[in-house]
């Protein structure tokens, strides 16, 4: 008996590693699609926000994020108290002594295990912020926001679901983070957008939008790939225990559910770039992969895999759709970022009702409301501060030589690229 | 017929092609080059260390002109050009002894 | 000891959970390549057919394939009899009833994960085609294809075999697919270039071959070492359980076998080349690579890994005179996909013999026919009958221009090239 | 009972199997990464070699290496004695008769995923090598020096400490190769770069530094992001078990050790980079990722997140200060490898005191200048010996056409570059 | 001597240059232009939004010819690059004062 | 005022600069070309398959000087440029009408 549990507890911790690698990996996936969409010149600099945020969610998680996002014990279901760094790691006598039925009343998988998933979430939020403002934000400003969001914005909602606190108790449902992940990571999109405007030239005085084509389009699909594989580990590991049949089958429904949704993204949202523009924009099917992902994650669980496939569709419908939308109203993400991880992120709350009989709508309304004021709230205050305190946007000449050269002093692509595009 | 060669600055081509088009300059040609003169080059780091980039991205125009407007296109060139910065460029005029429109074998003037 | 079981089925489905996550991160390898290995004005396009192909992939197999390749009972060894969508997922109760003997005449992992791991071989296949046709077909009729090899084609040939058709009765031996997988996609291809014909200028009327070089090679490393990492997962995970010291001894045996035969034909495939050529030609030791991947996938568990090593080296050697061969022949295949899967699957199924004591020469020979007699008829009906429909091969002015334009009205690299290339 | 043995065995085998895997994907993260830094014009021929040493080193250590670092009975302890291929995959029925006690005495997982994790290792040191020495070196030489190395260098040294020999009986403690792997690697390098000589142009007689600037950085940064990935691997594989409380406890904690340290080598050297050059050179900050991991490798257990956060920021200052330092010396290293692993690896072998009370500063040094001093005897020798032989520089146009052309043939961007440059 | 600039359509390319090597034509240097003209650039979608590519994909033709066999250039060089199609282009004559072979010093004739 | 045209070998750049900077040359224009002529394009394999790179990558300069300078340039530009190897290129000489320099819109020799 001794021996099973032990094997229990190795074989769950494993799991979460494992699936956790495979998020971590999903920071590549980020930097390789939004280098892929933004302009030679501006792609050493984006490479360097999405590699620095990285390591600064970590570092900021590590730091507050962690203990303020899952405190042993609430203040109350708004405020988790301040706490700083991690818990101690499970004592291998006490999980022993623990009786089945008690088993799983614990996390009884490593604490260390538990952070190192965590952790790799926070930075998927903060990876969907760097495409949208790509090609015209400062660097150094982005990262301090990465800071705050990791340390403070994100954990603070997170606890709020995650943590047990009042979205928790109001029946909210979101399996994975389509909310707390992806909708919180494209309004603090949001937020600096606004407060940024669009890229010169994108928008003519005429109404008329100016299309900025992105310089590497393997790259960005290479990302989609990346974004899509990690996505396993993203929806999979949420289910956090693997070890006995229920869960192994849970795991393997979820895997099959992630795999279809992205499918269906990717063939509606192909559809509709037929339709409407003739022709098979590559871009868009991305973006599809993408919207039909983030459209699952809030219930990839409970759905049969063929409204899973639906629910993907519509994603990826909504996402092509949202992204012109977004144009018309003059707001200039570069990756689609906004479209894809917001308004599917919404979206996927919305379509838990459609499986999960314990859903409400009401509920994942007041959800999405929560997460979307609160993140809109505070990002738009820590960019207005930024804005104030060190300049949020780079000058115009640094915007139209690139800001590769004046953040980075380097150039992505030295030898490809003729400097007057 | 005169061959006027601009070199200019990369992100002036717009504006000097729209400047041209309200003329009665019907085509240009444009090529992607690198300029030496009297605007330096800046220096960037690669890795701790430094270095200068020498030349610098220039764009050259060639437009075929009738010998009759040439003042008219390189004012209005100049105009659309000028930044009064450094390294705004050089107008080059060379005599053309005949021009031919490949599609229809038009010659000299018809063939502009 | 209920415990026990759980925890074998646990394991079991998340080791073939992640075998099948890495098959499907293939699918980024087979793009990567193809891309890296043609012409920069076709890549988008390329891009858009392989992941639009994986996501009709997931579709059809889910609505028709997986249920006509694993049938409850097939009609007969050549016809399982239609059939649509997946069964149902284990009964935790009823897995736990079975006793130990019992146990692995089911597939006790969950069912999901089997579906999971099996759909993402039917990518695979598919994603050869894409390789072969490309620079020159049309996308839709393409992807009309996909339909039909992934729902029919690809389904019914794996019956006779892996849903216990006749060739399984026939003692024809594939462990993991390089007759129905790899020989299938690679016939499919072929008779897909056959009606299409090569790209204009490849041949010139003297007889001689115009080398087309690929456009970015970088791309078609990365997605061979992505095949290569994949490779694992498909060899792997073809043992369908782990959870005991035999079969994790068997499954250690494949990563072996499998990784020893890709660095055998890594070193024969550049050796061949270094000797004809007098260069190292690297697309000559990608393509050396798979080939060695092909060669081992019908055994990769029995070979000792000198052998192993040795039957990927000869899979290098032939994947080099093959495309060779080919060329001679005027059949034209951008990435090597023809002779890479065809001819060195066709091999691997032969090498069977060397190692295997229950497999017979004639079997495997009845085998290797069967699947590709069949398929090269049935691909040739579906794509004549779309040729004659819709035509399938772009204009030649599209396909100067490239299809990248015609077809998806973006272009891959817009900074990077000069048009006239 | 017994099936609880047999589910640890296959779990152990399953973890050690998936970690490999990781460890191996780092093959295409060095390839990404070195192709992403050298110029394009020598692009595919660094591709050429790292896919070729990759072949090459899984062959020679199944035919020499690994029985030399392993062997059953060591003449002495520096001396394996002379050994070749595999030994036997374990007996399932003499592994049951194990008992609990003895069960961790032998390695009771499968003997193949034992070799499989170790052959990846050797790869990787060689695959340092690669970086080093790029744009310059012929491809020949540098393939029969990837032979010795990774058949007799590596194993040879990998035996003191691993394999049991002096280096761990003097308590010299390197827990997954800061020394063993990284520190190999570099100084076989630096080896080779000393007889080889600067690239032209590199230096300038003025004494100040040409830089050359890489030809690809998204390419770079996916190629570290790939590293980072495999990582988790190398180190959390290191622990060799998974399978109970306390084994899976301290994979959890390798893992968040590892990525924290990474981070914190990021965060280092952009700063350092901003304080020096003003700019945030992206390079630097992809160095400093690989600094941080190397710095932590040799110690990844033990430290708290904090420390292992600061043991990586450390090694994140020191790459950096590193290259420019080594620029100093005219030891050109187009990638930074020799200061990432030599310098960073050195430094994780000392930074082991910190924090594990068995590991004395002294054990340390006579492990880090044995491991060194014998690499780099051994490297120079054979590097001059092939020099003698065969020479080991291209000529000087060679270099200035580049080495695709007159190595490999080809070009890696036929269509992107103007040959000018 | 003349110099003979032609801005041809980029797959003409080789069917130019062979028709110019049955003349006594020993070398031509070629660019990569982009070209503005009669012809239109074509529209283009990139995200549900529309734009025109104005400037089209040309190359630059330069052969320094002898006076004598002008003509003779001017015509083959016309038969092989025309498609009858708009933007064929253009072909441009002016005078070369002065031709000089770099590897051997040899000027004017002797240098072509 | 003489516009020099020089189709020279790339890796021969930086020297030609150099010479030309102790000279009055103020400035310079360079465009990446591809030549055929005489030197021969080399053959390359890819996949077994031979072809003959035709086009030889040359650098094109273009540098205004005043007649009275212009063989002193020649002179100069040709010592730097020759290998002595086929194809080292050729020096053009035209005629220059008119120079303008934008910024200014200072003429002639003064624009220089
Ligand atoms: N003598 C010359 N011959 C050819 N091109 C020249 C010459 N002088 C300048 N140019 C071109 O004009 C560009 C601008 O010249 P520069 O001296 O930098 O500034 P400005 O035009 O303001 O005097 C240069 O980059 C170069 O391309
Ligand atoms: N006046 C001009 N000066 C320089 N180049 C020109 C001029 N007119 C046309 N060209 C070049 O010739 C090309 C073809 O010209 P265009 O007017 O489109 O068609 P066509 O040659 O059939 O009349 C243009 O793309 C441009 O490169
Ligand atoms: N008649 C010509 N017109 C224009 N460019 C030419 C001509 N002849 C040669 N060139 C240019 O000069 C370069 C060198 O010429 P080539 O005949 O190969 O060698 P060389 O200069 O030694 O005689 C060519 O690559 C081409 O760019």
């Given at each position: 008996m001794e021996?099973?549990?032990?094997?229990?507890?190795?074989?769950?911790?494993?799991?979460?590693?494992?699936?956790?690698?495979?998020?971590?990996?999903?920071?590549?996936?980020?930097?390789?699609?939004?280098?892929?969409?933004?302009?030679?010149?501006?792609?050493?600099?984006?490479?360097?926000?999405?590699?620095?945020?990285?390591?600064?969610?970590?570092?900021?998680?590590?730091?507050?994020g962690y203990q303020l996002m899952y405190p042993a014990d609430g203040v109350n279901g708004f405020w988790p108290g301040i706490g700083f760094l991690l818990g101690a790691e499970n004592d291998p006598a006490a999980v022993l002594r623990t009786s089945g039925d008690e088993w799983y009343s614990g996390s009884y998988y490593s604490a260390r295990s538990d952070f190192f998933f965590q952790v790799?979430?926070?930075?998927?939020?903060?990876?969907?912020?760097?495409?949208?403002?790509?090609e015209r934000m400062k660097l150094w400003p982005f990262l301090f926001f990465a800071v705050v969001l990791t340390g403070f914005i994100y954990p603070l909602q997170g606890y709020w679901k995650w943590g047990g606190g009042f979205l928790d108790a109001a029946g909210f449902m979101d399996f994975a983070g389509s909310g707390v992940v992806h909708l919180t990571g494209a309004t603090a999109a949001l937020a600096g957008v606004l407060l940024l405007g669009p890229r010169k030239d994108k928008y003519r005085s005429d109404g008329r939008v100016?299309?900025?084509?992105?310089?590497?389009?393997?790259?960005?699909?290479?990302?989609?790939?990346?974004?899509?594989?990690?996505?396993?580990?993203?929806?999979?590991?949420?289910?956090?225990?693997?070890?006995?049949?229920?869960?192994a089958n849970a795991v393997a429904s979820i895997f099959v559910n992630t795999n279809m949704a992205a499918a269906g993204g990717v063939a509606a949202a192909l559809s509709v770039a037929r339709l409407h523009f003739g022709k098979a924009d590559l871009t868009m099917?991305?973006?599809?992969?993408?919207?039909?992902?983030?459209?699952?994650?809030?219930?990839?669980?409970?759905?049969?895999?063929?409204?899973?496939?639906?629910?993907?569709?519509?994603?990826?419908?909504l996402v092509v759709y949202g992204i012109m939308w977004l144009d018309r109203l003059r707001i200039d993400d570069p990756v689609g970022a906004i479209s894809a991880h917001g308004i599917c992120g919404a979206w996927g709350l919305i379509a838990v009702v459609l499986s999960n009989p314990e859903a409400a709508l009401v509920s994942q309304l007041i959800g999405l409301l929560s997460i979307s004021a609160f993140v809109m709230a505070a990002?738009?205050?820590?960019?207005?501060?930024?804005?104030?305190?060190?300049?949020?946007?780079?000058?115009?000449?640094?915007?139209?030589?690139?800001?590769d050269v004046s953040e980075c002093g380097i150039e992505a692509y030295p030898e490809f690229t003729s400097a007057n595009r | 017929m005169k061959l006027i060669t601009a070199i200019i600055k990369p992100f002036k081509l717009d504006d000097v092609r729209d400047a041209l088009s309200t003329l009665d300059v019907r085509g240009m040609t444009v090529t992607e080059v690198k300029g030496f003169g009297r605007q330096k080059g800046h220096a960037e780091m690669y890795r701790g260390a430094e270095y200068v980039v020498d030349f610098l991205p220039k764009v050259k125009l060639e437009v075929a002109v009738n010998a009759a407007i040439i003042d008219q296109v390189i004012e209005s060139l100049i105009s659309a050009a000028r930044t009064e910065k450094i390294g705004d460029g050089k107008i080059f005029v060379t005599d053309l002894e005949q021009v031919v429109r490949i599609r229809t074998g038009e010659t000299d003037e018809n063939a502009l």
């Open positions: 021996n099973t549990l032990e094997l229990r507890y190795a074989l769950d911790t494993f799991y979460f590693l494992v699936m956790g690698a495979f998020v971590m990996w999903m920071a590549a996936g980020f930097a390789m699609l939004e280098a892929g969409l933004v302009r030679a010149k501006n792609t050493a600099e984006i490479l360097t926000k999405n590699i620095a945020l990285y390591a600064v969610a970590c570092i900021m998680y590590l730091l507050v790799v979430f926070v930075a998927t939020a903060m990876s969907i912020v760097s495409g949208a403002i790509a100016n299309p900025i084509p992105g310089a590497n389009l393997p790259l960005a699909t290479l990302g989609t790939f990346i974004l899509w594989f990690g996505w396993f580990g993203f929806n999979g590991g949420s289910q956090l225990v693997v070890s006995n049949i229920a869960d099917a991305l973006n599809g992969a993408i919207g039909g992902l983030v459209s699952i994650t809030a219930e990839p669980l409970i759905p049969v895999p063929y409204l899973a496939t639906l629910i993907g569709a519509a994603g990826g419908v990002s738009l205050i820590v960019w207005a501060l930024l804005r104030a305190a060190i300049g949020i946007r780079v000058s115009d000449e640094e915007e139209f030589t690139g800001v | -």
